[in-house]
């Protein structure tokens, strides 16, 4: 049975959940009194308040033995941390929403309502320890975003709707398969007791054995179906389609919030359940997707005017730099793990996506489009807002003194003390490609000239948003310690 | 000397970079924005000055150490801000002051979007300057790309011609370089354990190198990576086309910080990195690549030379001009066996002083280029002609800085390139081979120099189908305030060049310590 105690480990979701059915409730009972956006703000903010305070110790949750319930969901510091970081990407989503949500969206209460519920389903990727409840919350986080993308307006939601419809579907069938595989060899879901050779074969891998090459092929199933979520090669070809096609706020979701909680799935699967001698196999197949994921992402990325489509095949590139960190996330000896820098890349990436889409959705008020030539020269108009955008480029191209390339550093740091030289050279060289792309933005707002003018209206919410963002690359970019030692201390629980 | 004095000199220029940038939104300020981008060039020069001729020469070794630990304080990637100078960086500290504050004499014609040029030239100084005195690989990388942003407006917003495809070469050129910069310091991290550059030296890793520091990659393979990397900042041959299109679509100020201590960086890289880490490393790699290195230098010594006598732009060609100077510094690198053999340094201490010598020669060159540019609007070379007639002192710098750059005796650059030749010629083999072809390289400078001064500056006059012959007979000379840039360069010209030791003596503590570590 779960106790009490145990539900209460849980609050920070219940929030969630409840305060998506208290959206709906208003909608319908006091119509458009309360604006949705800010209801859900109240209640992400109400679910990082406790869960803030559930990381920091404060609030301590007594008579329970392990921070686990029924071995299912397990909230220790390192779902925790992510869960802080996916609801403080979330809360500035939801508090700029009144600025950025378009004319074209319909249903603004059942849209918040879904990505209350989608975020619900987020949290608990964080932190599930079992592999069918991870793919319930998976499904969880994907079912909303269809509805998401298709409560809009415009010619393409119902196209985009379905093609992630069909590929999330067929992700999860993949997931399920590799699942499912591995039941069968081992009797079991948990992440833990998954790995049937962890101690029968005295952890020596022989690749002869059927069972074993059974083993590897299922987890290339599991990692390949993930790479829907964390939109990475193969499942990678929805992306640039989709954050065109949708809403901002979605596009927003997906680059970031989305793919931090893949990510942080992702990791904890691979690292707690797989040991060295499979994964010093595994990881090279990693090491293959995330090179094509850099080199589709950055070459195609070279070419596009469209801004959104640019930072859609930016954030292919991106997954394939935080995939370098998965490849080298176990490492045999006392070298430098990949697992740290791994996640304090996601972090940092984080922060500086949501910065740069932010700035990029600001400025795109002014000139009423995304394509990128109409960016001229806004630089000199809209300056602070230009230059809180080209941090945040110059912090996701991995230029000295932004978080970017610190993360970058780490994620390289990673893979060349685990053996993956070529891994990070392939890395750096991505890094250098990126540079064209990036840097062709800045030089179109700040160098050239406009020859319009632009309307003066200003967004205060996603100023201030925005601002913070910037800072936080900035300070952490100069000073990595503070957000590292946070999380070294989290993922000493997992370790 | 107080503490935390190199700091200063780092980080207040980018602080006083970011005061003018944002600060001058106040009216007061913005008036003044160039008065005080003079002001604190002229502090920083000053104090660079002073830390110049207060490093300890009795003494040695790293001085004005400023140590911060916990920087990223981790057991497994542990990296911390430590800047100090030894005799090698100190030369190019200083020559970085003296440059910044002849930068900004240069740009107080500038009209345009001024309070960010002055930041972005502020705040360039003061990474710069960190380059040369990060003694933390992970800190000096840092800095080494942080100067790319700076660098990139600066050409493009405030450059001519094609500025923006120049801009994006230099980008593209410069990170390149510095992602082999970085592959090279990881790997030497996780062979090493440290990313300090002296504590290495004491790891001992000589003969044991085999086993300990094949780990990652093969040693050799790390040389060459730190190898290319410098060599396409420096830039030598058959990397150096970013060089005349950012030289010459650059503005004149970034073009002096450009030749004058950008280039350097390279050429200190070399010597901080391939000569200085890995001759406590494994010091047979470079004994064994040298002669290919000294006939690569001498390559691009006489490329270099002979693309310079077909330029017609005046800034083209000092930028290729610097090609040909900087095969000199791989020359004298090559002169590297010379110390393990014969025990002397002449060919590496003339490599450091021709970073220094070239900086202040190919600084005055293109200042020059810039006030003539200001006044003519043209600087190809057929259009112009009698300057000098009508500005005397313009055309007086030139000659001296053109006789300087060809290896005048009683100049600078006589100094630096008869020390390399000396300390590679003695080596015999394919290093006086190489030594040989360079020499030509000084024949050819003397040409094209000499031809570039009488076509532009000397004769009667302008020939009438010039666009400069309606306004030749309004040609202004040089003001006073311009004259102090000219005549500061010109003085540590001379003084180096008639009395070497100024600078030399510094140099030669910090490469006999290289030797003795």
């Known amino acids: 049975m779960i106790s009490l105690n145990e539900i209460l480990l849980i609050t920070p979701e219940l929030f969630i959940v409840g305060f998506s059915l208290i959206i709906l409730l208003s909608d319908l009972i006091f119509g458009s009194k309360f604006r949705s956006s800010d209801i859900a703000s109240l209640g992400i903010l109400a679910s990082l308040i406790i869960t803030i305070l559930l990381f920091s110790g404060v609030i301590k949750i007594n008579d329970i033995s392990s921070i686990s319930i029924l071995n299912i969901i397990s909230v220790d510091k390192y779902s925790l941390l992510l869960k802080i970081v996916v609801l403080l990407l979330s809360?500035?989503?939801?508090?700029?929403?009144?600025?950025?949500?378009?004319?074209?969206?319909?249903?603004?209460?059942?849209?918040?309502?879904?990505?209350?519920?989608?975020?619900?389903?987020?949290?608990?990727?964080?932190?599930?320890?079992?592999?069918?409840?991870?793919?319930?919350?998976?499904?969880?986080?994907?079912?909303?975003?269809?509805?998401m993308l298709s409560l809009n307006k415009k010619r393409y939601s119902l196209e985009i709707s379905f093609k992630y419809l069909i590929l999330s579907a067929t992700s999860s069938a993949i997931i399920l398969m590799g699942i499912s595989q591995l039941y069968g060899l081992s009797g079991s879901t948990f992440f833990n007791d998954i790995m049937p050779l962890k101690d029968a074969f005295g952890g020596k891998f022989i690749?002869?054995?059927?069972?074993?090459?059974?083993?590897?092929?299922?987890?290339?199933?599991?990692?390949?179906?993930?790479?829907?979520?964390?939109?990475?090669?193969?499942?990678?070809?929805?992306?640039?389609?989709?954050?065109?096609?949708?809403?901002?706020?979605?596009?927003?979701?997906?680059?970031?919030?989305?793919?931090?909680?893949?990510?942080?799935?992702?990791?904890?699967?691979?690292?707690?359940?797989?040991?060295?001698e499979v994964y010093s196999n595994i990881s090279l197949f990693i090491a293959i997707i995330s090179s094509i994921s850099m080199f589709y992402g950055n070459i195609m990325a070279l070419r596009q005017n469209d801004l959104k489509r640019l930072f859609a095949y930016s954030t292919i590139a991106h997954a394939g730099y935080i995939l370098i960190g998965i490849a080298s996330l176990q490492v045999n000896d006392a070298s430098f793990s990949g697992i740290n820098s791994t996640?304090?890349?996601?972090?940092?990436?984080?922060?500086?996506?949501?910065?740069?889409?932010?700035?990029?959705?600001?400025?795109?008020?002014?000139?009423?489009?995304?394509?990128?030539?109409?960016f001229k020269g806004i630089g000199s108009a809209q300056r602070y807002q230009s230059i809180i955008f080209s941090i945040s480029l110059i912090s996701l191209l991995g230029i000295p003194a932004t978080v970017g390339f610190m993360g970058k550093a780490f994620i390289f740091s990673g893979a060349i003390s685990n053996d993956y030289f070529w891994l990070a050279s392939f890395g750096i060289i991505n890094s250098l490609i990126s540079a064209y792309y990036y840097m062709k933005v800045i030089k179109i707002i700040f160098v050239e000239k406009s020859d319009k003018p632009f309307p003066e209206i200003t967004f205060p919410r996603l100023k201030v948003i925005t601002t913070?963002?910037?800072?936080?690359?900035?300070?952490?970019?100069?000073?990595?310690?503070?957000?590292?030692?946070?999380?070294?201390?989290a993922l000493n629980t997992i370790i | 000397m107080p503490g935390g004095i190199l700091s200063f000199l780092i980080f207040f220029p980018i602080f006083a970079g970011i005061f003018i940038g944002i600060g001058s939104a106040s009216n007061a300020i913005k008036k003044r924005i160039k008065f005080f981008a003079l002001l604190f060039t002229l502090i920083e020069m000053l104090l660079s000055i002073l830390l110049y001729f207060n490093y300890d020469k009795e003494n040695g070794g790293f001085q004005f150490i400023d140590y911060f630990d916990a920087w990223i304080p981790f057991e497994t990637f542990r990296a911390q801000y430590l800047v100090g100078i030894d005799g090698l960086s100190a030369p190019l500290v200083l020559l970085t002051g003296i440059l910044g504050f002849c930068a900004v004499i240069a740009s107080l014609k500038i009209s345009f979007r001024e309070r960010e040029?002055?930041?972005?030239?502020?705040?360039?100084?003061?990474?710069?300057?960190?380059?040369?005195?990060?003694?933390?690989?992970?800190?000096?990388?840092?800095?080494?790309?942080?100067?790319?942003?700076?660098?990139?407006?600066?050409?493009?917003i405030w450059g001519s011609g094609k500025a923006q495809y120049s801009a994006m070469k230099f980008l593209i050129f410069t990170l390149t370089s510095g992602a082999f910069f970085l592959i090279g310091i990881l790997s030497i991290y996780f062979a090493t354990g440290t990313f300090v550059m002296y504590d290495i030296?004491?790891?001992?890793?000589?003969?044991?190198?085999?086993?300990?520091?094949?780990?990652?990659?093969?040693?050799?393979?790390?040389?060459?990576?730190?190898?290319?990397?410098?060599?396409?900042?420096?830039?030598?041959?058959?990397?150096?086309?970013?060089?005349?299109?950012?030289?010459?679509?650059?503005?004149?100020?970034?073009?002096?910080?450009?030749?004058?201590?950008?280039?350097?960086?390279?050429?200190?890289?070399?010597?901080?990195?391939?000569?200085?880490?890995?001759?406590?490393?494994d010091p047979t790699i470079l004994f064994d690549l040298s002669p290919y290195i000294a006939l690569i230098g001498a390559i691009s010594v006489i490329y270099g030379a002979v693309l310079t006598i077909r330029q017609t732009d005046l800034k083209r060609l000092i930028a290729f001009s610097s090609v040909s100077h900087m095969g000199y510094i791989i020359l004298g690198i090559s002169s590297y066996n010379a110390y393990s053999n014969l025990g002397s340094s002449e060919?590496?201490?003339?490599?450091?002083?021709?970073?220094?010598?070239?900086?202040?020669?190919?600084?005055?060159?293109?200042?020059?280029?810039?006030?003539?540019?200001?006044?003519?609007?043209?600087?190809?070379?057929?259009?112009?002609?009698?300057?000098?007639?009508?500005?005397?002192?313009?055309?007086?710098?030139?000659?001296?800085?053109?006789?300087?750059?060809?290896?005048?005796?009683?100049?600078?650059?006589?100094?630096?390139?008869?020390?390399?030749?000396?300390?590679?010629?003695?080596?015999?083999?394919?290093?006086?081979?190489?030594?040989?072809?360079?020499?030509?390289?000084?024949?050819?400078?003397?040409g094209y120099t000499l031809w570039m001064i009488q076509r532009s500056f000397l004769g009667s006059g302008v020939s009438n189908?010039?666009?400069?012959?309606?306004?030749?007979?309004?040609?202004?000379?040089?003001?006073?305030?311009?004259?102090?840039?000219?005549?500061?360069?010109?003085?540590?010209?001379v003084a180096v060049g008639v009395y070497p030791s100024i600078v030399t003596d510094l140099f030669n503590i910090g490469i006999g310590e290289v030797f003795s570590r």
């Open chain 1, 207 to 276: 690749f002869e054995d059927s069972t074993q090459l059974l083993i590897i092929f299922s987890l290339i199933l599991i990692i390949s179906g993930f790479s829907f979520k964390i939109a990475s090669f193969p499942f990678f070809t929805w992306v640039p389609d989709v954050y065109q096609g949708s809403p901002s706020l979605v596009t927003l979701y997906l680059s970031v919030v989305s793919k931090i909680a893949g990510f942080s799935i992702l990791i904890r699967f691979l690292f707690e359940s797989v040991n060295i």
């Open chain 1, 343 to 374: 996640v304090f890349y996601l972090i940092a990436y984080g922060i500086t996506n949501l910065t740069a889409f932010l700035s990029m959705i600001s400025l795109s008020r002014y000139v009423d489009s995304y394509n990128m030539l109409d």
């Open chain 2, 201 to 281: 030296a004491e790891l001992n890793l000589i003969g044991v190198s085999g086993s300990a520091f094949n780990i990652i990659i093969p040693s050799l393979l790390i040389f060459l990576i730190f190898f290319i990397g410098f060599a396409i900042k420096l830039p030598l041959f058959p990397l150096h086309s970013w060089l005349p299109d950012a030289h010459t679509d650059a503005p004149t100020a970034v073009s002096i910080m450009l030749a004058g201590v950008l280039l350097k960086m390279g050429g200190y890289g070399l010597l901080r990195i391939n000569v200085d880490l890995f001759n406590s490393i």
């Open chain 1, 468 to 489: 913070i963002g910037a800072i936080l690359i900035i300070v952490l970019g100069l000073a990595p310690v503070a957000l590292l030692s946070i999380v070294e201390s």
């Open chain 1, 91 to 147: 809360l500035s989503i939801s508090t700029v929403g009144k600025e950025v949500i378009s004319d074209t969206l319909k249903l603004r209460s059942e849209f918040w309502t879904l990505f209350m519920i989608s975020l619900a389903g987020m949290m608990m990727l964080t932190s599930v320890t079992e592999m069918i409840t991870a793919w319930v919350a998976l499904e969880l986080t994907s079912l909303p975003l269809i509805g």
């Open chain 2, 465 to 493: 189908d010039s666009p400069v012959a309606k306004e030749y007979d309004n040609l202004n000379d040089m003001d006073k305030i311009e004259l102090a840039g000219a005549v500061i360069l010109t003085i540590t010209i």
């Open chain 2, 117 to 156: 040029y002055f930041m972005w030239l502020l705040i360039l100084q003061g990474v710069v300057t960190g380059v040369f005195s990060s003694l933390d690989m992970l800190l000096l990388f840092v800095f080494w790309e942080a100067e790319l942003i700076p660098m990139y407006f600066l050409i493009s």
């Open chain 2, 347 to 446: 060919g590496l201490g003339g490599t450091a002083l021709q970073l220094f010598t070239h900086g202040t020669i190919t600084g005055l060159a293109f200042y020059l280029v810039g006030l003539t540019y200001e006044r003519t609007h043209t600087r190809h070379i057929p259009h112009l002609g009698g300057l000098a007639i009508k500005m005397p002192l313009i055309g007086t710098f030139f000659v001296i800085a053109g006789f300087a750059s060809l290896g005048l005796p009683g100049l600078s650059g006589f100094v630096a390139e008869l020390m390399i030749f000396v300390g590679t010629f003695k080596l015999g083999g394919l290093w006086a081979f190489s030594t040989i072809l360079s020499v030509f390289g000084v024949v050819l400078a003397a």
